[in-house]
């Protein structure tokens, strides 16, 4: 059974800083992992999807890497700015289905 | 107007009480989902159906029914809803004809249940 690990749980930075989110998975056999912003009371946004072939995307001040075969990928975020304050979602897609970890809430305080 | 719709957005009912959450679509997708999100668990599967004709058990269906009227419509349903039943529900589309490597899901905004 896949399961999807993120650290830290809850995170809070300075703005102007640059910040690392981490994603582990235990089954390598994946078709593609996505990052996900959720702002409270509002559903979830698609932010970078890596392919399974892919090693990084990037968009803007977000650039996502994934090493499928150590099970791992991280979220890095340059330049924080107060409105990045939300929780990022990991997930897997190893067929038809999605896998979430439980979330990194970020704090960016002005 | 958005493209996938929850109603209702925000519901209290009472431990028994029969529960109905519905879920519209206009993105013209076979596949939807139903999660939970409970606090720092992320999203957990319910249901999905891949077509009208099609459902499945998720990760945690113990409780829950589906009901799929539609390709547009998709409703879950708490027959005799208990208060660790509280939590996010949200609903999701997915299109069969992407492929694998980049296929994603799209969410509606959420329902937020309490069962007192």
């Known amino acids: 059974k896949q399961e999807v690990t993120q650290i830290p749980a809850a995170l809070s930075v300075p703005e102007g800083e640059n910040l690392v989110l981490n994603c582990s998975f235990t089954d390598s056999a994946i078709y593609n992992l996505q990052w996900f912003r959720q702002d409270p009371g509002k559903g979830l946004t698609s932010l970078l999807l890596?392919?399974?072939?892919?090693r990084e995307q990037t968009s803007g001040r977000l650039n996502a890497s994934l090493d499928k075969s150590s099970g791992r990928s991280t979220l890095y975020i340059a330049a924080s700015q107060p409105g990045d304050s939300a929780t990022y979602l990991c997930?897997?897609?190893?067929?038809?289905?999605?896998?979430f970890g439980g979330g990194t809430r970020l704090m960016v305080k002005p | 107007d958005a493209d996938v719709t929850q109603t209702p957005r925000n519901r209290i009912t009472k431990t028994g009480k029969r529960i109905m959450l519905e879920c519209s679509q206009t993105k013209g997708h076979d596949r939807m989902y139903w999660y939970r999100q409970d606090p720092g668990l992320g999203l957990r599967l319910i249901y999905y159906?891949?077509?009208?004709?099609?459902?499945n058990k998720g990760e945690i269906s113990d409780g829950y029914s589906v009901s799929r009227q539609a390709q547009a419509k998709f409703s879950l349903s708490l027959e005799s809803a208990i208060p660790n039943q509280t939590a996010l529900y949200f609903c999701?589309?997915?299109?069969?004809?992407?492929?694998?490597?980049?296929?994603?899901?799209?969410f509606g905004p959420g329902t937020r249940l309490t069962v007192l």
């Open positions: 890596i392919q399974s072939s892919q």
């Open positions: 999701a589309t997915s299109d069969p004809r992407t492929s694998p490597s980049t296929d994603t899901q799209y």
């Open positions: 159906s891949f077509d009208v004709k099609d459902i």
């Open positions: 997930a897997v897609n190893a067929g038809n289905m999605l896998t």
